[in-house]
């Protein structure tokens, strides 16, 4: 057999190394573009966190705003100690001392009665509750606001009296008992039912 010559042998060579080097250089653009295509679709997800971040905090300093602004009842979560503070230097108007002290006396739920007390003069300055009752002609029997508004947030969560429970322990307040809140949920389903039969009438 005659043997084949050099030159074909060089030649296979040289066009298998140019077919690897093009399929690498393929294979190379392949990853650049995928790498490239990942980096846009990360980028995109991040832009799209970013904006969704940025509503978010929008509708947040929005319902800030509408909070500051709104003329009802708003609550805010006060430590005692913090709100006894407050009058530990205030003069008392009487015997010019100051011996001003926050007492907490009947609790309704998360509504509580304040007194401001002089101990020196023994003079009650001021009492209040720390919600409103609801409507216009207030009397006991009238729910307050701020219990009736806790009953609908853990109704919303659907959470019921456990829920309660662990908002209280965890904060270290007073439990709202189950009596009371069952009280509260007759009273809301009653004024859902109203609201319902009246429907058809205002329709």
Known sequence: MPRTKRKNKSSKLSIQKRWCTETKSESNMDISEHNSNVA???????????ESVSMQEKSVLEQENVADTYDGPSYIIVDKNALCDIFKYTFCGSCNQSTLKLEFGYKYGFSHQLKLVCKTCSEQKRECFTSPRLGKKSNTSTP???NVRAVQAFLAISGGHASVEKFCMFLNMPLMSSYFYLILLMKLNATLTQCTLMLPKLC
Not at 40 to 50: T, V
């Open 144 to 146: 307050f606001d701020v």
């Open 40 to 50: 846009q679709h990360s980028s995109g997800d991040s832009i799209l966190k970013n």
